[in-house]
């Protein structure tokens, strides 16, 4: 942040120039994110997204369709192209200017749904899930009634300016009309989506999710106002977040030793090195099911839960780039019979 930030600031304040403050406060978050300041940068976009408190009359309206959760979740680590385009969306809801349907595509575990919850946690905005498992209904043209009813529930949201929705797994409901071997149904069904998303309230946000973004209907694609693709990961972007997960659970786990130096060895292995949710899941059941009487015993878990299946030969594991020391952490066996071993093969 420059001092030029500061004088803008007391400027436009004093001119009464809301539009150009907020324009300038934007510039200061997004400063302190290229600064990886997150939290302030979070803190900021938060201060801007215009909070009030949801009225009490949501409670009176009822709610068939979309259900209200609770978005108190850990994030995944992203990488700084992806979260780059959050602070984007953060800086276009914040402008209120019409752009507010945002497509996140992506593998499974590339984190689309915990990104959507904190963009709702940082926008101190109230989270509404689409419920398609009610709004699927096998009698014929059912659903597509279901889905015009449910955009009907969103239009009855008394403050649409604090609210987000998300349609987790969009493509439930929304494929592509022209695929041969779709049914006629869903046909209908992604048309009634279409109609939908034309006539939704501006302020209200919209989130959608799919992990089938190539099967996609064109026409639906249009609808939104941006597409993030969560699959720009690199792998060392995923061997980084791989760190910054087991450093978060290690506090929780004090009994654990660190021992990053082999952990970084026994992530490269894995080939490719997985999405965040896959990751985070490998790593938190083997700490978790590890002996507190160990201090490696998670990492010798972490392994094995990898490789189940494989040669855990001391001379494969040196052929991984083991040194002996690692080995004997994890297979237990003591330094001086793996180098004797060693020696013999």
Not at 57 to 70: A, P, R
Not at 71 to 79: A, E, I, M, V
Not at 214 to 242: C, P
Not at 281 to 299: G, M, P, Q, V
Request: one cysteine or more; aromatic letters at 8%.
């Amino acid at each position: 942040m420059k001092k030029k930030n500061i004088l803008n600031l007391i400027k436009y304040h004093a001119e009464k120039n809301d539009t150009a403050f907020r324009n300038e406060a934007y510039e200061i978050a997004q400063d302190f994110d290229r600064n990886n300041d997150v939290q302030l940068a979070e803190y900021i976009m938060a201060l801007l997204s215009d909070v009030h408190t949801l009225s009490p009359q949501e409670h009176s309206i009822n709610l068939k369709f979309i259900k209200s959760v609770d978005f108190q979740t850990d994030s995944l680590p992203l990488p700084n192209e992806i979260r780059d385009k959050i602070l984007g969306i953060l800086n276009a809801i914040g402008h209120n200017v019409g752009v507010h349907k945002f497509l996140f595509v992506g593998a499974p575990g590339t984190g689309k749904t915990e990104t959507a919850k904190q963009v709702a946690r940082i926008l101190n905005r109230k989270l509404f899930i689409v419920n398609f498992d009610v709004i699927i209904d096998s009698k014929l043209g059912q659903t597509a009634k279901n889905i015009a009813l449910m955009f009907n529930e969103l239009s009855q949201l008394s403050q649409p300016e604090e609210a987000i929705i998300l349609m987790d797994e969009i493509d439930a409901i929304a494929m592509d009309r022209v695929n041969q071997n779709d049914l006629r149904e869903m046909g209908r069904a992604t048309s009634a989506v279409l109609k939908g998303l034309d006539g939704l309230n501006e302020k209200l946000v919209l989130i959608a999710t799919t992990n089938l973004y190539k099967s996609f209907d064109k026409a639906l694609i249009r609808r939104f106002d941006s597409v993030i693709d969560f699959n720009a990961y690199s792998q060392n972007d995923l061997l980084l977040i791989a760190e910054a997960l087991l450093n978060k659970f290690l506090v929780k786990f004090k009994f654990a030793g660190r021992n990053i130096h082999l952990f970084r060895k026994i992530i490269k292995c894995m080939n490719p090195i997985p999405y965040p949710g896959e990751l985070k899941n490998l790593i938190r059941t083997a700490l978790a099911f590890s002996s507190s009487n160990d201090e490696f015993d998670y990492l010798r878990r972490l392994y094995f839960s990898i490789f189940p299946n494989k040669d855990i030969s001391l001379k494969n594991l040196q052929k991984q780039g083991f040194t002996v020391r690692e080995i004997e952490i994890l297979t237990g066996v003591s330094k001086s019979s793996v180098s004797r071993e060693l020696k013999e093969l």
